[in-house]
């Protein structure tokens, strides 16, 4: 026989099932986290609608087209023009070189100094011949020769000549070579006549140097045509660079040669030798400031490339052109420039920039409310509700931005931005409130209001407006019991959306003008305009995400619903009972803050499981008959367990809506049914009688509301078993029910403090004492005495015999619930409802 295998752990398939759907709900909210932010990137990023560029000059406009966000337009001749005046503003570059023009004057001195020592050696040398032939009787071929003086002849030269010493080496010059220039005899013998007046030599290399030292340009006429005020000058010797601003120590070829010849002339020098030496300075003169026009056009063009486009600024908001009008070329220019100012690889960066940003805004918050704020728990449907308002109101605030252009086209002495504050932005948190809560709807407003300064341009003043209008609408619509209270909302939240828009105002420095009235005018319709659209959009919502708010409880509250008017019929007792726990919720609710409308109407509704089995309960039962004597206790347990759950399907027959379907199902939570569970006991003492069968299914009450249900039912049906309903006793009672219902923990997961159970018994002495006053008696005769006390044994019997649940006691334990508890948890509770 094969040895027995350990069996091996299988998971449960409702385990199993579970855990899939709860990752299956998580991957649902991821993918609705992503497709959102996507969705608020799409709106967000692109800042106008399609442009057309499709218009050339003289096309008529078809609709006006306002500029969406600021933009550059370039202008090409107004950027030409700054490119002509930074060339011009370029000044002429000229090279500067004084070695050459101070060559030829040292070199026109050297010759003439030359020609003036070659000239007074000649004189010396003639004079001595001139002394020898004299003085002295040569003898030439043993003849005595006489001086040509003294009559002899001239065959006597050559034989002074020889006897005269010749002239040195360095008096000799030849004047084309030091001159380096092609002179006619005439210029050369012109420059030894003048050389033999030292104090003319003198003059003249005076006159040549100060005329050579001058900055000379060309044509003097011609520079001073093209002068712009101011040169810049290179000087090529010394290799620096400076500007003159003036053309004072300027001169021309000309003007040099009417210096000289001022100079020569007024000498005794003749006119000839005059005209032949300034012909010989003429062709030995240079320009020695010359333009430099590569460098000049070089810098001109750097200048000109230096200079940045000229751009024309357009604002938000400024109309390009209007429907109708004959299109400009300026205008075709910047709608090109509108056109080609959306890059589209930036705005690529730019949506995926958003998108991160967006998913992890939303993430974050959302983690760190549901994390540490109590009561913010959105399931999956709730989630898809605030993404749907989310997406909603931005389509809105986008189409209102449009709509906010086109308004400006019509009334231009408005601001386009002034119908900016008219958007009903609060509506969002308005109706998250209504339908959720309180801190669902203030972590809305945060994220909403973040994104809508983002999608205005990343205005913080925006941001603050709409969170401030947000949270103070949610305020306002808190626990609405008419329709006409979202109107009141709208009032208090257009009141402070004009001191924010005041104050915003005031702090942005503007000046008070007549768009300030608009602005605040427009505020003010903003309100009542959030309340229109919040009256509206509910049943909608209502009815598209089956939410129950406080207007559809306002529906429900009618005791003429069907469901309401059946439970009258078939089971009036528990119609009665249900009336009596209403009224009791609804104080209750009050005292401790919970929401009084649904505690009130859950307990019109709580007990509609009834209907299918009416006279199996208590306070349907037609004495002294009781269907309980003939059944088993489990039996009878099951009876009173399977109203719960037929109340859960008549709710969602009759679409009451997930709050009060809810209360319904926790009403009773796990709680005991004692009676039954003892009876069984008692009657088979040897057989082990599990409590769990006689427990109710659960869970316990979640909310504030299903808890005070559940006082509240206990309460009500063990006050009417009291026979003398005094203020004490009902205290007693109450004391005694709220610590049993405490003790056996149906309390644990609800949110009810020991405060609020205090301040819960003290509404239910209150209401209870109110119910069950003390009325006179009159004398009656003696027979109608002896029928009340037959109807008193009678009706005590039936309590003996009949048994409901937990919050069934009998008369006994009723007139003694102003003992003591004998549990120390009880004492602790003792003074419960005790002021």
Known sequence: MAPKQKPTAIQSPKKASRGQFLMNVAAHKRLLLLVLAALLTVIIIPKGGLIPDYYRPGDIASRDIKTPRDFLVPEPALTEKKKQDAELAVVAVYDYDSRPSKQVAANLTQVLQQLNVESKWAEERAAVQAKILAETTLVHDGAQVVSPVDGGDENSLPMVEAVVEPAPARVKIDVRDVLAAELSDDQVAAMHRVAVDDEFVALFSHEVQRALGRKIVGNLELFKTNWQGAISIRDLASQEEYDIVETANMAGLNEV???????????????????????????LIRPNLTFNQSETESRRRAASEAVLPVLLQVKRGEMIVREGERVSEEQVRKLHALQSSVDGMK?????????????????????????????YSPDLRDLIFLALIFSSLFVVAKVGIFISM????????????????AIPFAAGAMLVRIVLNSEVAYVFSLLFSILIGMLFGNNLFMTVYVLVGSVTAAHWVRHSKARSNLYRAGFYLSLVNMGMVLAIFIFSDHVFDIQLLYRLGLAFVSGFGCAVMVNGTIPMMESLFKYTTDFKLLELANMNTPILRELMIQAPGTYHHSIIVGNLVENAAESIGANPLLARVAAYYHDIGKIKKPLYF????????????????????????SHVKDGVELAREHKLGKNLIDIIHQHHGTALIKFFYDKAQQRDKEAQVKEQDYRYPGPKPQTREAALIMLADAVEAAGRTLSEPTPARIQGMVQKIINKIFIDGQLDECELTLKDLHEIAKSFNRILSGIFHHRVEYPEPAYKERDKELKKETKKETKRKNGDDLHRESTKES?????????????????????
Do not use: W
């Open 347 to 375: 705005m690529v960066r730019s949506a995926v920039g958003m998108f991160f940003a967006v998913s992890l805004l939303f993430y974050t918050v959302h983690r760190f409310a549901k994390v540490n704020i109590r009561k």
């Open 618 to 641: 208590a306070e349907n039962m037609r004495l002294p008959e009781n269907r309980h004597d003939k059944l088993a206790p489990s039996m009878s347990a099951l009876i009173l367990i």
């Open 257 to 283: 040669l009417i210096a000289l010849e001022k100079g020569l002339f007024s000498q005794d020098v003749s006119g000839d030798d005059a005209e032949l030496l300034l012909s010989v300075v003429q062709k």
């Open 815 to 835: 007139r003694d619930s102003d003992a003591s508890p004998q549990n120390g948890s009880q004492d602790d509770l003792k003074r419960l409802g005790m002021s």
């Open 406 to 421: 086109a308004m400006q086209s019509a009334f231009p002495y408005v601001d386009s931005a002034c119908y900016y504050y």
